[in-house]
């Protein structure tokens, strides 16, 4: 099986701007969790999708937001971006959630 | 709220010595708990996991962890350090509503 993919694998934005992340789970796969990844404050949950539905939420502004698709594919949107927003953004997916989390290789954001 | 400690930020060992990566959990209920590992520029790598059954779970790489209700911690271990253990370790612990929380991660390096 293709593992998970993640794209564009590298972005730089200006501040202000709004970036979409896509992320593609492993087949089969109905979970999708996403990770932003920085130096200071290491792995932060954002939030997790199960079958189209949005069924956890980390700590972060409205600003950040997700949706997934009937084929399990996910989004992330960051609307007005800011320079604290620059990091390694990580998508993983799960068959159900419940279990062992695959993770794809990152799209590392730099917003200048 | 769940929560997951590793107290090291980084561990240094010389090759061939045993090595312990520490971490400490707090979860309502019935804990269970993931060790991964991130090389440079890679997202995240499954190694092992806790979910019930014996304290002394085996995973990849040579790689094992001891599950201690008591003192609430999931230290990962190997009994003989290579040079190519040498990345970053993250510990996690997943709750009764799928929410993963994961460590801050603790540098190993493994010193020739």
């Known amino acids: 099986k293709a593992g998970v993919t993640q794209t564009p694998r590298y972005l730089i934005k200006t501040r202000g701007q709004q970036v979409t992340l896509s992320c593609s789970p492993i087949s089969g796969h109905r979970s999708v969790s996403w990770y932003q990844q920085t130096p200071g404050q290491g792995l932060q949950f954002l939030f997790e999708y199960f079958s189209e539905t949005q069924r956890n939420k980390g700590n972060f502004p409205g600003r950040f937001s997700g949706r997934q698709f009937s084929n399990s594919r996910s989004e992330m949107n960051v609307s007005t971006l800011e320079l604290g927003d620059s990091a390694l953004y990580l998508c993983?997916?799960?068959?159900?959630?419940?279990?062992?989390?695959?993770f794809g290789p990152g799209t590392r954001l730099t917003v200048l | 709220a769940q929560s997951v400690a590793q107290p090291e930020d980084q561990v240094n060992v010389a090759e061939g010595n045993p090595l312990t990566v520490k971490c400490t959990y707090s979860v309502s209920g019935n804990p269970y708990l993931f060790w991964y590992v991130q090389y440079p520029n890679r997202g995240l790598q499954f190694l092992l996991k806790y979910i019930t059954g014996d304290n002394l779970v085996k995973g990849s790489y040579g790689f094992e962890a001891e599950f201690n209700k008591s003192q609430t911690s999931f230290h990962l271990k190997k009994p003989s350090a290579l040079v190519s253990d040498s990345a970053l370790y993250f510990c996690?612990?997943?709750?009764?509503?799928?929410?993963?929380?994961f460590g801050t991660g603790t540098k190993l390096q493994v010193i020739p």
């Open positions: 993983a997916s799960s068959p159900s959630g419940a279990d062992t989390q695959y």
């Open positions: 996690a612990v997943r709750d009764v509503y799928q929410k993963v929380t």
